[in-house]
């Protein structure tokens, strides 16, 4: 079968035994500053501008990478409507993403700039590990309790002690066992100003 340039590679299934509910209760709880549950763009726009600040993230996905990625599909998310301050910070910041991964995400139709959202999300998600965040694709959040300082973000595979919890997905607010903080909702979806709309639950 003939592929189209840029078309991203078949999705692979998660493996059966992450798929399968196993108790958390016995393995090692993991310290870190920020669980980022959702690896789609809002996700990995996140969990970029949290580890920049040096902090310890994870990025949590039920999916694959690839299901992920081919979830927000080819089509163009432009500057078209945006304020031209938002623009402007947005292409910013997707400038650094291209320097950080090497990856060329901007082109101009039409005289309007533009990424391409499936290869933007796969960039954004680079730009994050590269900068230090662990990313665990296949592996559910199954709960969200609150803990002393924080909360315990529980999967399929590990236990998470974190300082802070974003939901960036469309259905994690469900885990939550109590509205306390520290959870904070991202609102933002894909779109050209993503990175500029998510830097602020960095800080």
């Known amino acids: 079968m003939t592929r189209v340039p840029g078309e991203l590679e078949a999705d692979v299934p998660c493996p059966p035994s992450l798929l399968e509910p196993s108790p958390t209760t016995d393995t090692p709880t993991l310290t870190i500053d ?44 432009t500057e078209a409507g945006l304020p031209t301050a938002l623009a402007a910070e947005a292409m910013r910041l997707w400038r650094q993403v291209e320097q950080e991964t090497g990856a060329a995400l901007l082109h101009v139709s039409g005289e309007v700039r533009q990424v391409r959202a499936d290869q933007a999300t796969a960039a954004l998600t680079a730009a994050a590990t590269a900068w230090g965040a662990h990313l665990r694709h296949c592996d559910e959040v199954v709960a969200i309790d609150g803990s002393v300082g924080g ?30 903080a520290p959870v904070v909702t991202v609102a933002a979806r894909g779109c050209f100003a993503v990175p500029a709309l998510t830097a602020a639950v960095a800080h």
């Open 151 to 180: 909360r315990l973000v529980r999967t399929r595979t590990a236990t998470l002690a974190a300082a802070r919890v974003v939901l960036a997905g469309a259905g994690p607010a469900a885990l939550v066992t109590d509205a306390a």
């Open 34 to 77: 920020v669980a980022v549950v959702g690896a789609g763009p809002a996700g990995a726009a996140t969990a970029w501008h949290l580890a920049r600040r040096g902090l310890r993230v994870v990025l949590l996905e039920r999916r694959t990478a690839g299901a992920v990625w081919r979830s927000a599909g080819p089509a163009a998310w």
